[in-house]
T-cell receptor
Framework: EAGVAQSPRYKIIEKRQSVAFWCNPISGHATLYWYQQILGQGPKLLIQFQNNGVVDDSQLPKDRFSAERLKGVDSTLKIQPAKLEDSAVYLC??????????????FGPGTRLTVT | KQEVTQIPAALSVPEGENLVLNCSFTDSAIYNLQWFRQDPGKGLTSLLLIQSSQREQTSGRLNASLDKSSGRSTLYIAASQPGDSATYLCAVRPNAGKSTFGDGTTLTVKP
């Protein structure tokens, strides 16, 4: 089966500019996650969707970050305006939910963002 | 708040050695625990998932155990190879909550 797809793979922007990332999860996976991974650290969850509804966005900096998952499939994560501290790898993951059981998370290759 | 710790941060072993990676968590009310591998510049690859009701999972040379009462999970790698060199991360999912990741252990297997 095809894995989680993300684009772009790399992005360099100046501070105060905006940027958007795209994610296509594994077919049939109802749950989609966006994580931020700073160098040397584990991923930190930004937002979790169940179909097209938000389950958890408690760690999403809502003044500058936004995410949507239209039609419960693809998702986009946007940053506007970007700050230097947003430099990180943004990872998208998806997982299957069956009979109320959450299965393992599968990750995409990530988008490396550099803010200068 | 769940906290996940992986010690040591880095580990170097000679090829062929058996090794254990550790993952400690503070809240034992977990839903599942997942071990991942991350190669430099790449995303995370799922290795093993242990549900709350399980005590261990095995895949090839890998064996992961879970002891909720002590707040620990271990990943055992048998007969290590240079290709096993990577960063290994554990993620703990609490009941009806979001996963919390450790910062990983970077493993180097020397030929």
């Amino acid at each position: 089966e095809a894995g989680v797809a993300q684009s772009p793979r790399y992005k360099i922007i100046e501070k105060r500019q905006s940027v958007a990332f795209w994610c296509n999860p594994i077919s049939g996976h109802a749950t989609l996650y966006w994580y931020q991974q700073i160098l040397g650290q584990g991923p930190k969850l930004l937002i979790q969707f169940q179909n097209n509804g938000v389950v958890d966005d408690s760690q999403l900096p809502k003044d500058r970050f936004s995410a949507e998952r239209l039609k419960g499939v693809d998702s986009t994560l946007k940053i506007q305006p970007a700050k230097l501290e947003d430099s990180a790898v943004y990872l998208c993951a998806s997982s299957l939910v069956r009979r109320g059981i959450l299965y393992e998370q599968y990750f995409g290759p990530g988008t490396r963002l550099t803010v200068t | 708040k769940q906290e996940v710790t992986q010690i040591p941060a880095a580990l170097s072993v000679p090829e062929g050695e058996n090794l254990v990676l550790n993952c400690s968590f503070t809240d034992s009310a977990i839903y599942n625990l997942q071990w991942f591998r991350q190669d430099p510049g790449k995303g995370l690859t799922s290795l093993l998932l242990i549900q709350s009701s399980q005590r261990e999972q095995t895949s090839g040379r890998l064996n992961a155990s879970l002891d909720k009462s002590s707040g620990r999970s271990t990943l055992y790698i048998a007969a290590s190879q240079p290709g096993d060199s990577a960063t290994y991360l554990c993620a703990v999912r609490p009941n009806a909550g979001k996963s919390t990741f450790g910062d990983g252990t970077t493993l180097t297997v020397k030929p």
